[in-house]
């Protein structure tokens, strides 16, 4: 499962495997995906995009890593 974080021309990647070990599915990632993931209105701080992100992925680990991933691609970018 591929996350992509994108503000412009910067794109943060992400990717993971939903584990049935941990009742994780594509379904249920594509059903959370779905209902849209909203972003704060700054990206100043990773922390403050993964504390406004995390909350919205519903405890599936798999989906959580893979946002997290993103949003470091993304702010490494950023950064640079």
């Known amino acids: 499962m591929y996350f992509y974080l994108v503000d412009g021309n910067i794109i943060g990647r992400g990717e993971a495997a939903p ?3 941990y009742n994780e599915s594509i ?3 594509i059903s ?3 209902k849209g993931i909203s972003l704060p209105e700054e990206y100043i701080k ?3 995009i ?3 992100i995390k909350p919205q992925l519903m405890g599936v680990r798999s989906l959580e890593a893979a946002a997290n991933m ?3 691609d993304w702010y490494g970018q950023k950064e640079n």
């Open 46 to 48: 990773k922390n403050e």
């Open 32 to 34: 959370i995906l779905q």
């Open 70 to 72: 993103a949003i470091w």
């Open 27 to 29: 379904d249920k990632i």
């Open 50 to 52: 993964w504390a406004h």
């Open 19 to 21: 584990s049935n070990r």
